[in-house]
């Protein structure tokens, strides 16, 4: 699958740390998501942008910054993050509006180690 | 608020042989999506099936195909002529067809599928 698109694979990073992650879809979709999956968890939604702009974001610390440029890009900003970050961090695509399906599509996400 | 619940935490299956994994969901909406996600040890979230409520027709994929219950809130996986590949953790997902609750999939614990040679 080479829909989504998700960098690094794996990342271990201090508390004091700055880092970003990286998202790019390739399916022409007009929708992003970054989703957090911890162990024992359901996924959770963070951050949704529709059409570039964000249009949902639940309740996530500031200590997360999402960044989208364009349609094909999403950024997760991270700084000081605390150990209970540690998690998989998984990216989504969809095309949202009358073509729309419903479906999400996502990426091979990125693991995340905060030590 | 909508919610989605899978009330199996492992299931474990011959190979070649038919298992069905459990979905419930909660809602008071008529129209809205359902799907499965299957994650496997690569941990690259793939769907499986999708289903639209207002289609009566159970979808199907393959070896993979739904029973849909509308009024029992039911959406169940039946996985035929399992593969040691389909040994997975599998998510039923759910989401609105109204803007007003945005694009938001809602997802369920997961089951654990392991798949015995």
């Known amino acids: 699958e080479t829909g989504v698109t998700q960098t690094p694979r794996h990342l271990v990073m201090g508390m004091t740390n700055k880092k970003s992650l990286k998202c790019e879809q390739h399916l022409g979709h007009n929708a992003m998501y970054w989703y957090k999956q911890s162990a024992k968890k359901p996924l959770e939604l963070m951050f949704v942008y529709s059409l570039e702009e964000r249009v949902e974001n639940n309740s996530v610390p500031s200590r997360f910054s999402p960044e989208c440029p364009n349609s094909s890009h999403l950024f997760l900003h991270l700084h000081t993050l605390q150990p209970e970050d540690s998690a998989l961090y998984l990216c989504a695509s969809s095309q949202e509006g009358h073509s729309r399906r419903g479906e999400q599509f996502f990426g091979p996400g990125t693991r995340l180690t905060v030590l | 608020a909508q919610t989605v619940t899978q009330s199996q935490p492992e299931m474990s299956v011959q190979e070649a042989e038919t298992v069905t994994l459990s979905c419930t969901y909660d809602t008071s909406e008529s129209d809205y999506y359902l799907f499965w996600y299957k994650q496997p040890p690569s941990r690259q979230m793939i769907l499986v099936i999708r289903?639209?409520?207002?289609?009566?027709q159970n979808a199907t994929e393959n070896r993979f195909s739904v029973n849909f219950q509308k009024a029992a809130k039911s959406f169940s996986l039946k996985i035929s002529d399992s593969q040691l590949g389909d040994a997975a953790m599998y998510f039923c997902?759910?989401?609105?067809?109204?803007?007003?609750?945005?694009?938001?999939?809602?997802f369920g614990a997961g089951t654990i599928l392991r798949v015995k040679s």
């Open positions: 997902a759910y989401r609105s067809v109204f803007m007003e609750y945005g694009n938001k999939l809602v």
């Open positions: 289903q639209e409520a207002y289609k009566q």
